[in-house]
């Protein structure tokens, strides 16, 4: 089945570390995206990619960066982590080809950042 | 500023009907979706409007009237399984899909 998987599932670490979350996708989208979800949140868009050569910010890109090595792998990264990075994270992608161009989510990474 | 509201929690009963309210506003629209989350899970795709009227699809139907900025997921014959949150989102003018908090669904013998 074609498929979106993000790595590592769980990741605990310290503050000040810097992390990298890696999302990979076999459904052959040319649209990807990080979000992150909080409790009592909805969904925030951190950043978006609408194909290799376009990144572009999302609502709460401060803290983070992203990278696009290839039309089936968007990694984010967190320079420097923080505390309230804590949250879960889900990468999502979408075939602009589409009509509906609706959003298939990976499983999501749970980081927590002592 | 967007906005999405949708109630945080509501309980029904297994076998009953229940409907999930969202009320939106945001710069522009070009569709609305409604999302199924398990606890601990990625959203999935339930429906998807983008003119005024009801779509159904199974047990599960979605409404939407553009003009009130109004939409609701109305779920039939409720099951254990469907006890999940439920998130409506937006996509608005850039096409940047702006999301609901959800609403908690707990379903009772």
């Known amino acids: 089945d074609a498929d979106v998987t993000q790595t590592p599932r769980n990741r605990i670490t310290k503050t000040g570390k810097r992390i990298m979350l890696e999302c990979s996708q076999t459904?052959?989208?040319?649209?990807m995206y990080w979000y992150r979800q909080d409790p009592g949140l909805g969904l925030r868009l951190i950043y978006y990619?609408?194909?290799?050569?376009?990144?572009n910010k999302g609502e709460i890109s401060d803290g983070y960066s992203v990278s696009r090595q290839a039309q089936a792998k968007f990694s984010l990264s967190l320079e420097s982590a923080i505390p309230n990075q804590t949250a879960l994270y889900f990468c999502?992608?979408?075939?602009?080809?589409?009509?509906?161009?609706?959003?298939?989510f990976g499983p999501g990474t749970r980081l927590t950042v002592l | 500023g967007q906005n999405i509201d949708q109630p945080t929690e509501m309980t029904a009963t297994e076998g009953a009907i229940v409907q999930i309210n969202c009320t939106y506003q945001?710069?522009?629209?070009?569709?609305l979706f409604w999302y199924q989350q398990h606890a601990g899970e990625a959203p999935t795709f339930l429906s998807y409007?983008?003119l005024d009227g009801l779509e159904e699809k199974g047990r599960f139907s979605s409404f939407l009237s553009r003009s009130k900025g109004y939409s609701y997921l109305l779920l039939k014959e409720l099951q254990m399984k469907d006890s999940a949150s439920y998130l409506c989102?937006?996509?608005?003018?850039?096409?940047?899909?702006?999301w609901g908090a959800g609403t908690k669904l707990i379903i009772k013998p």
């Open positions: 999502a992608t979408s075939d602009s080809g589409t009509h509906y161009n609706e959003q298939f």
């Open positions: 989102a937006v996509l608005d003018s850039n096409y940047q899909l702006i």
């Open positions: 945001t710069s522009g629209f070009n569709g």
């Open positions: 459904k052959g989208h040319d649209r």
């Open positions: 990619s609408f194909d290799v050569k376009d990144i």
């Open positions: 409007n983008v």
